[in-house]
């Protein structure tokens, strides 16, 4: 290339070369690694939600899968470093539909464990944030292909038996959302990473996106799969290490996830995954001075519990940095009609929202309010509509309701259930009402309606399939709106039922912060990632947004770097000089 040719180049395409952070040369390890590109990620498509109809491929496969992990008992370690941890004290995994059947065994540990998993992960530390986005990058992306195809079924399978999903409530949550979060937060990662600051003529401006100082404590929750992989996954990705504590309910298809990123080519210690008891975590984590961020999906007050420690080790001068604290907590979710609503529209909104997954959803509808001209007619359709859901084991693809997690759930529910059937209870239940822990923890689609908009069942988390169900004065829709509004403490999802705009509008602003996903004629549920970013705010977390590039900003740390290329020599300003 020609002399004058070099220099023209150099002067083009030095402010594009400021915006690329690929084009640094770094040291790794004693070697100078060049990194050759702008490894970018666009945006991907959804992963299509297979339908499992009769005879189809995708529920051969699934019925095979079934048949298999039924008939094994797995024996489940922990995964420490390199190794997998056995300790001999197991708790058993059995299918909440029918607990007398044996899924397998996991090893539990103590708060030793944990620190040995806190070593494995700060040994991992250098070497795993040192690696090139593009080879962090393709283990996820792998990972993502993986639980598309060969472990689809497997994944889908634990989530039936573990959790007690049918097949359409797994598949879109172990399969679909979890490749969903693995391959968009890739490309959110890759849209971070491209974002650059301006250069002034003669500096150089550059943003670099560091992981934390420190590990990453995960702990998720049973209900779903996706989030028990995405807590510690969008962490990792970002270049950080994880101590991963599921929850014992949901160990099932964690293990299982944890072997999927193993395949793909994690390292050793980047995830650690533990199954201890809270006290035991808490001791070993939240004391550690090398503790950088919790990322949690559970009951607002274990995230309550786990803030008010860490600010008491703050004040202790305990941590390196101060931690980041995510969480997405409890929820109080309803569904709001207006009396220009459909009468279709509201009965399958409310049939759907609360009562999928046995209505435990973060996202379930709770509580519904009913205008009065239109409350006969949904009241007989949604009882209609309730007798129509079988209710049994995932295996048999015909039931719809299965069963809720495990007794502490059972006996929780079939408290509230009871004491709305008390006459003196200012309630009464109109469908459902029926408990069953014989053969599995069943609870039929309740729905109970109270003449009290503050009843106990209208203001508490449940997290089960009951519904409260109150009618309100037709002509008396602002009023209600502040009732909605004022009624929980929570504010994660709720829907607005309307064919009237004015009614659409009115509600959406009224309730700007009663939820942090808002529906417009649908049910408060079945966010997508990508397309509802989920999360809410007041008691329900800190609202950021899982399926989105907000969450991942949390799991890193910029560092702002300026290069002078002609440094001054002398300190005086034009200013001083004499006129």
Same mark, same amino acid.
């Given at each position: 290339?020609? *002399? #004058? ?29 060049? !990194? ?16 499992? +109809? ?54 539990? +540990? ?12 700060? @040994?991992?530390?250098?070497? #795993?944030?040192?690696?090139? #986005? ?70 150089? *401006? ?11 404590? @995960? ?34 298809? &964690? ?71 995510? +969480? ?17 529209? %509201? ?11 046995? =209505? ?23 009882? &209609? ?61 309740? %729905? ?15 997290? +089960? ?5 109150? %009618? ?62 989920? =999360? =809410? ?17 949390? #799991? ?20 001083? !000089?004499?006129?």
């Amino acid at each position: 290339m020609s *002399n #004058w040719l070099s220099k023209i180049l150099v002067v083009t395409l030095q402010p594009v070369y400021s915006c690329i952070p690929s084009y640094n040369i770094i040291l790794h390890h004693q070697t100078i690694i060049m !990194q050759y590109g702008d490894f970018y990620y666009p945006i991907p498509a959804n992963e299509p939600v297979l339908n499992y +109809g009769p005879n189809s491929p995708e529920k051969l496969a699934l019925k095979k899968a079934l048949k298999e992990l039924k008939a094994e008992v797995r024996d489940v370690p922990m995964y420490i470093g390199g190794e997998e941890i056995r300790t001999g004290k197991k708790e058993a995994i059995r299918p909440p539909h029918e607990h007398k059947h044996l899924l397998g065994n996991f090893h539990t +540990g103590d708060a030793s464990h944990v620190t040995a998993a806190i070593n494995a992960a700060l @040994a991992a530390k250098n070497k #795993w944030a040192n690696l090139s #986005w593009e080879n962090r990058a393709n283990i996820f992306l792998k990972a993502a292909d993986l639980l598309a195809t060969k472990y689809r079924p497997y994944i889908v399978g634990t989530t039936m038996l573990g959790q007690s999903k049918n097949p359409y409530q797994a598949e879109i949550d172990a399969a679909c959302e979890l490749i969903d979060f693995l391959r968009f937060n890739v490309h959110f990662l890759s849209d971070i990473y491209r974002q650059q600051p301006i250069s002034s003529p003669g500096i150089n *401006n550059r943003l670099e996106y560091r992981p934390l100082e420190g590990f990453v404590l @995960a702990v998720s929750p049973f209900n779903f799969t996706a989030i028990g992989g995405n807590l510690p996954a969008s962490a990792a990705m970002c270049g950080n290490v994880v101590v991963w504590k599921p929850a014992y309910t949901q160990v099932y298809s &964690a293990q299982l996830f944890m072997r999927i990123l193993k395949e793909a080519g994690l390292p050793d210690g980047v995830i650690n995954l533990v199954y201890v008891d809270g006290p035991a975590l808490g001791e070993a984590c939240f004391k550690h001075r090398e503790f950088a961020g919790v990322h949690f999906t559970g009951s607002t007050a274990v995230f309550n519990q786990f803030w008010k420690i860490i600010g008491e080790n703050i004040a202790l001068g305990t941590y390196r940095a101060y931690p980041r604290i995510v +969480g997405e907590t409890g929820g109080k979710d309803f569904i709001l009609a207006h009396k220009s609503a459909d009468v279709d529209v %509201v009965v399958t909104a409310i049939a759907r929202g609360a009562f999928e997954y046995q =209505g435990q959803k973060c996202s379930a509808a709770s509580r519904a309010y009913i205008p009065s001209n239109l409350a006969v007619e949904v009241k007989k359709k949604l009882i &209609a509509t309730l007798k129509t859901m079988k209710m049994g084991t995932t295996e048999d693809f015909t039931n719809f309701i299965n069963a809720v997690i495990d007794e502490r759930s059972f006996n929780k529910l079939e408290g509230y259930i009871n004491a709305a059937k008390k006459k003196s209870s200012g309630a009464k239940i109109i469908a459902g009402g029926n408990c069953d822990k014989s053969k599995g923890y069943f609870i039929e689609p309740t %729905v109970i309606e109270t003449t009290d908009p503050k009843y106990v069942t209208m203001c508490e988390e449940l997290f +089960g399939p009951v519904l409260t169900l109150y %009618v309100y004065d037709e002509n008396e829709f602002e009023a209600t709106l502040k009732l909605v509004d004022e009624t929980s403490p929570y504010a994660l999802t709720g829907a607005i039922i309307a064919t009237d705009r004015y009614a659409v509008e009115l509600a959406t602003n009224s309730l700007r912060n009663s939820a942090g996903n808002f529906y417009i004629n649908d049910k408060p549920t079945g966010a997508v990632v990508g397309q509802q970013p989920f =999360g =809410g705010a007041r008691g329900s977390g800190t609202n950021d947004k899982a399926g989105s590039i907000l969450n991942l900003y949390r #799991w890193l740390s910029a560092r702002t770097i300026k290069e002078t290329f002609m440094p001054v020599t002398d300190y005086k300003y034009p200013f001083l !000089q004499q006129s």
